[in-house]
């Protein structure tokens, strides 16, 4: 008996050594696999591996609740409170832009008096790190002054990078980096992002955005993963493990920040901060999965979500705050505000008659942390409530108590303050590159009709439209500033039209912008829209279209949150008007689209010869759209959302199929679909197999196809595995996508992938708000096959 038992023990650690070693090969082979340029990036085989890999390499929680109990005794209500509260910089500073400098007296009512638990953001723009090193060792030393000595934890928006650090380096934005389907690139990311913020001295970013990008007027879908919550979810995991690795305390890492939970991105009408009606069983179904995979990927925080849903603002909905992220999912971080976001339960929502109950009903809900961040009224508020018994002293412990956790864990305690040693990590070539490799593997070639593209470098060229010279459109918001409006402050890097310039000679290339976009002056209130279009020289762009080819670069500026609302998805007037002027000359057009949502493109796009989706790549986009139309990199972005062709004929890949169909010639498909990218070389798929016809629930089902670059270049492919339910109790979805993997194939070279589905991956959110997998016939498709197979 003993013996079976050893050799049952032998063999389970044989086949659990196997396995590792399977994947140590794994890996190795991703790290050593290159594109045909010699730059090493990853090859991911299965997203799902990936996804299981990142959850389990989050590292052991560390147990310091002996010291923070020890502290918490000692605390008063007033030292409790000052922990639960958030002030915007501009509340210890004097000065403006590089100017700006500690008030020591701003500091010490702070602090001092009323020991203020953190401290966020920037007061204008981005700070050099000398002064971030200034700013918060004077804060930290404030803090060392208290009487229980507890650290500041500060926090910025490290949005597509360390955006408020002078020379830090900046990603493609979020819808961007979706669009890669490349979770290490990801990962190596928001890497760099937190090396670099904590180089600065600052522990802590609010991202990623898990919001789901499925409205594209929202102003903020540039900073979503795009409308998949499968994507999204393996990205959003991603950029979680690149923040905190597996010790956030390290010098090389930063608490994360999930926001905006939960269902902020799906506003009715688009504009941000408005409300939204999502029935609970959608909800469990598209906005849920992005954070509760990021909780167990171990997010240290979250941030609520501004506007409401069904009628409860996100900062009172104890559902959502108490019963779904605490209970069930089991989250032990502190929860922020949003901006304001107490004070505009009472002057938005109107859910309360006055601050001090709004602060009542806010902290009750759940939130830990209140971003108050301009005054002190908060605490005021707060330290009164306890006093009245209206707000118990447990439920005060609680959120300092998460928020001291999070302190401990970010080795706070042990130094808090910045390191100029570190300096050195910010901005370096390495991350340059990364970022680079970013940018071109999110650009989606949509279009390329008789292989216009790419281009050939002996051509003459017409660079045209108002996005060919604009380091703004390239990065919009949250760059150096809040809405990215600062040409003075980017550094030097090419735009497109100077990318084109230097590979294709100055000479041979003429720029005439045709139209512009500039911004509304006192454009960071809520003036709508803030980018203003308008003609300059179209009757020039078209003489110069004598050219071989054009380029036309359409798209947006910059914006973000509210002053980037806007009351139509269609692309401005001006621009139609250059695009229809361009194409009347019948030269070929090479349209780039440098925009953070998808602006509808009334026929621009069916009469050019090719398309390219650039999003918002960043500082190195300029030379990523131009390596990509001269062919120095063959493209391999995939479109992380559905591209409308009207703007009210919104859909997403996963529609009803009865929400389209019939309809084909009336505009309401879409100009793009979601998935959809082209290569200047061709894959090839066969063999789809599943492992077996018929399964039943606790049976895995492996589904494996062969995929060969059938073409001449070496190149990338993402390989999509959709799942569709044919009969189900709530209508289904035509497909959702299940797997994905990103492969580099050299010319002839096949590669064999075999996924594995669970029932997990068959079930959906039933009429009673809990995952179901029905009995019945299911689909998978993956590159243009399919197969069926039935559940018992
Ligand atoms: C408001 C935005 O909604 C949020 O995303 C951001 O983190 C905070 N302001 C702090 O800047």
């Known amino acids: 008996m003993r013996f079976n038992a050893l050799l049952l023990a032998i063999f389970v650690l044989s086949l659990w050594l196997g396995l590792t070693a399977h994947h140590a090969e794994k890996i190795r082979r991703l790290a050593t696999q290159s594109d045909e340029r010699g730059l ?47 002030l915007t910089m501009e509340m210890i500073v004097t000065g403006k832009d590089q100017n700006v400098t500690v008030d020591p007296a701003k500091l010490d009512k702070a602090i001092g008096r009323y020991g203020v638990g953190s401290i966020l953001n920037v007061f204008d723009q981005a700070l050099t790190p000398d002064k971030w090193y200034d700013i918060v060792g004077r804060i930290q030393d404030a803090a060392k002054k208290t009487r229980l000595r507890i650290p500041v934890i500060y926090g910025i928006d490290s949005i597509h990078g360390a955006n408020y650090i002078r020379g830090a380096t900046l990603f493609p934005q979020e819808i961007g980096m979706a669009a890669t389907w490349n979770p290490e690139l990801m990962k190596r990311g928001s890497e760099i992002a937190a090396m670099e913020t904590r180089a600065a001295g600052i522990p802590w970013s609010f991202s990623p ?44 890492h930063v608490a994360a920040s999930l926001k ?7 506003s009715l009408n688009g504009r941000d901060r408005t409300p939204a009606l999502i029935p609970e069983n959608y909800l469990r179904e598209y906005v849920l999965p992005t954070f509760d995979a990021a909780v167990k990927a171990g997010a240290r925080t979250v941030m609520v979500n501004s506007a409401d849903i069904n009628g409860t603002p996100g900062h009172i909905n104890h559902h959502i705050l108490k019963d779904i992220l605490r209970d069930e999912l089991g989250f032990n971080g502190f929860v922020v505000s949003d901006w304001e976001d107490i004070k505009k339960l009472v002057t938005v929502w109107r859910v309360a008659a006055n601050e001090k109950e709004a602060t009542r009903m806010a902290v009750m809900a759940g939130i830990d942390m209140s971003m108050v961040p301009l005054d002190y009224s908060f605490a005021d508020h707060l330290i009164a409530l306890a006093k009245e018994g209206a707000v118990p002293q447990a439920r005060i412990d609680e959120a300092v108590r998460r928020i001291l956790r999070v302190k401990f864990e970010l080795g706070l305690f042990d130094n808090a303050m910045p390191n100029p040693a570190l300096k050195s990590k910010i901005g370096l070539p390495e991350s340059r590159q990364a970022s680079l490799q970013a940018a071109r593997e999110s650009m989606t070639l949509l279009k390329n009709t008789g292989d216009l593209l790419p281009l050939s470098k002996e051509r003459k060229i017409l660079v045209t439209g108002p996005t060919a010279d604009s380091l703004i459109s390239l990065n919009n918001g949250w760059s150096y500033v809040w809405q990215g409006s600062e040409p003075s402050l980017y550094p030097d890097r090419p735009t497109i039209r100077r990318a084109i310039e230097a590979k294709a000679g100055a000479a041979n290339v003429t720029y005439i912008p045709g139209t512009k976009i500039t911004r509304r002056e006192g454009s960071t209130s809520n003036n709508n829209p803030t980018n203003i279009e308008a003609e300059v020289d179209i009757e020039a762009a078209v003489r110069a279209a004598a050219a071989d080819v054009v380029v036309l670069c359409l798209g947006e500026g910059s914006y973000c949150e509210t002053p980037g609302n806007i009351p139509d998805l269609m692309l401005g007037e001006p621009q139609r008007k250059l695009a229809r002027a361009i194409q009347a000359t019948g030269k070929p057009v090479v349209l780039v689209l440098v925009e953070g949502r998808p602006r509808t493109l009334d026929g621009i796009a069916d009469n050019a010869a090719a398309v390219l989706m650039a999003y918002n790549p ?37 529609r009803k199929a009865f929400e389209n169909e019939g309809f084909d010639n009336a505009g309401i498909s879409p100009q793009f679909e979601f998935g959809d990218g082209l290569s200047y070389t061709t894959f090839n798929y066969k063999d789809l197999r599943l492992g077996a016809k018929t399964i039943t629930r606790n049976d895995p089902l492996s589904v494996s196809v062969t995929v060969t670059n059938s073409g001449r270049r070496a190149g990338k492919e993402v390989v999509q595995l959709y799942v569709s339910d044919l009969v189900a109790s709530l209508s289904p979805p035509r497909k959702r996508l299940k797997r994905f993997a990103k492969i ?12 594995r589905l669970g029932a997990d991956d068959l079930s959906f959110i039933g009429a009673d708000n809990k995952p179901v997998v029905e009995p019945g016939e299911f689909e998978v498709s993956i590159g243009g096959l399919k197969e069926r197979f039935e559940l018992k």
């Open 40 to 86: 090493v990036s990853a090859d991911i085989e299965d997203s799902d591996l990936f996804f299981q890999d990142a959850l389990r390499a989050k590292g052991p929680d560390r147990d310091n609740s002996q010291k923070i109990e020890a502290l918490l005794k000692q605390m008063t209500l007033e030292e409790k409170v000052g922990q639960m509260t958030q």
């Open 260 to 266: 905006h939970y939960m269902g902020y991105s799906l």
């Open 744 to 755: 580099y194939l050299a010319p002839g070279q096949s590669k064999t992938l075999t996924f």
């Open 209 to 252: 955005v898990l919001d789901i990008g499925r409205q594209p007027l929202w102003p903020r879908f540039y900073e979503t993963f795009g409308e998949d919550p499968y994507l999204a979810k393996v990205m959003g995991v991603a950029f979680v493990r690149g923040l905190e690795g597996s010790d956030p305390s390290s010098p090389d």
């Open 618 to 654: 960043g500082n190195e986009g300029g030379q990523a759209v131009a390596d990509v139309l001269f062919g120095d990199f063959n493209p391999c972005g995939k479109l992380p959302f559905t591209y409308p062709r009207l703007p009210n004929a919104l859909l997403t890949y996963d």
